[in-house]
């Protein structure tokens, strides 16, 4: 009897062990799965917020690209024909003076005027001059142009430039500083030059001049000839801006 309760002892405490050793088991592979599932969770997280992350970022940018598109219409000013003038609007560049426009109806005659009388010899329309200079447009009151604003001066011959500027600098002296009131028949005339000058408009400048460099001569003795130029000046892109 004693030997068969041992064994049946023994037999109960082995089938418990088992018991428990199996629910340890079971628990193992139980926590071993739900790691997985929450690691599988995570990932799909992850791809997704990648995935919006990605899509969103692509919005933005067929978003920004299109009205980058649609902000820069291509458009055609209306003519300035007609059109009072009007005082400058703004602040003019440092060092540059304020330009009197003479407010009412567009000059149909060139404007001169000598704000301050210059000295020397006077500017020919064949000379090469050197300036400062800043324009207005007439029915905008806008600053337009200004060699002030690069802060360098502008060097370009006077038989290059709008006609407003040939008749109207010429016989100025060094030093001088010049109201013209031009046209639109001697500037640009009914062509656009530029976002700020529309057809037809007329301009105002106030000119410095700086310098006068007269034209290249020719000189020709004993059968050869020699050319001599008063300088090495160059046009300057304010100069192009201005004359075309």
């Not at 001697?186 to 034209?215: C, M, N, R």
Request: with cysteine; aromatic share 4%; net charge positive.
């Amino acid at each position: 009897m004693g030997t068969e309760k041992r064994q049946r002892q023994k037999e109960g405490r082995q089938a418990r062990i088992a018991a428990a050793q199996a629910a340890q088991q079971r628990s193992s592979r139980r926590r071993r799965y739900l790691t997985f599932v929450v690691m599988a969770i995570a990932v799909l997280g992850v791809f997704a917020l990648i995935n919006w992350l990605a899509g969103n970022h692509k919005s933005k940018t067929v978003s920004t690209a299109g009205s980058t598109t649609t902000s820069a219409p291509t458009t055609t000013l209306a003519s300035a024909k007609g059109k009072p003038c009007v005082a400058m609007k703004g602040t003019p560049p440092k060092g540059a003076p304020t330009v009197p426009v003479q407010v009412g109806p567009p000059p149909t005659k060139l404007v001169v005027k000598d704000l301050k009388v210059g000295t020397g010899p006077a500017v020919k329309p064949t000379d090469t001059i050197t300036v400062n200079y800043i324009g207005v447009a007439c029915s905008t009151g806008k600053i337009f142009d200004s060699s002030w604003s690069r802060g360098t001066t502008a060097t370009f011959g006077l038989n290059q430039v709008i006609q407003g500027w040939t008749k109207g600098l010429t016989g100025m002296q060094v030093g001088g500083r010049r109201l013209l009131g031009i046209p639109s028949t001697l500037g640009y005339g009914s062509q656009s030059a530029g976002p700020d000058i529309a057809p037809d408009e007329a301009l105002w400048f106030v000119v410095d001049l700086v310098k006068i460099t007269p034209p290249a001569t020719t000189t020709t003795a004993v059968g050869s000839t020699t050319t001599s130029s008063a300088s090495g000046s160059t046009t300057s892109t304010a100069a192009t801006s201005t004359t075309k």
